[in-house]
């Protein structure tokens, strides 16, 4: 059973994704926020278990948002928004802790698998502070073309199967290539491994 933040200044936007995060399986409420100031303010009101930040926003904006956000509860679970693929915000907002992002016009399909896998990832990747931060020393790993491409399918917010179905992968396949990934950047789990990928510049 989960609440979800939905914070998006554009009234319309806001509602078309509170209705698609509604329909996401185990969701009980959808809650709006119209600004990154007003999300800051809900936040230890409603305790939800995600929030879903558009990137641009008026004000301190959706990055500022989520960093002051996670500085402030580390143990917060977001999930950016934007209307394009905006390398540079999303990758100073999961620099700051945020776990990946949705690309606006995403299908319904899509944002249920990137909801559901924020729902599901979040108790791992509360437990296993710290070891992004580690990965950063030294040299930067080196990926296999393979292991690239699954992890931007992870940054996309992408399930195996569709990673899979993208690379002409099976799932298990792609499984493996993940597992290879999460061990050389020393990563728990998907936001890790996207967040580690941002900040070394695997990703954009």
């Known amino acids: 059973m989960a609440t979800v933040l939905v914070c998006d200044d554009l009234p319309l936007a806001r ?20 600004s990154g100031e007003e999300a800051l303010t809900r936040w230890p009101v ?46 100073r907002a999961v620099a700051s802790g945020a776990r990946g992002y949705v690309v606006k016009d995403v299908s319904r399909e899509e944002l249920a698998t990137a909801v559901l896998q924020a729902l599901q ?11 992004a ?14 292991e690239q491409q699954v992890l931007v399918g992870m940054s996309r917010g992408r399930s195996n199967a569709e990673i899979g179905r993208e690379l002409f992968l099976s799932e298990d396949t792609v499984k493996t ?16 491994a996207v967040a580690v990928g941002f900040r070394w510049g695997l990703v954009r």
């Open 46 to 91: 409603e305790r939800p278990s995600l929030v879903i930040m558009d990137v641009r926003m008026p004000g301190i904006g959706g990055v500022e948002a989520a960093r002051r956000l996670l500085a402030r509860h580390p143990e917060a679970n977001v999930l950016m928004a934007t209307m394009a693929e905006d390398g540079d915000g999303v990758a």
């Open 15 to 34: 509602e078309a994704m509170r209705r698609m995060v509604a329909a996401v399986p185990g969701v009980t409420r959808v809650v709006g926020a119209a």
């Open 133 to 146: 931060r580690a990965a950063l020393s030294g040299r930067a790993p080196v990926l296999t073309e393979r």
């Open 121 to 131: 990832d979040v108790s791992r990747r509360r437990g296993a502070g710290g070891r």
């Open 177 to 192: 290539h993940a597992r290879r990934l999460f061990r050389k950047l020393e990563a728990a789990d998907r936001a890790q």
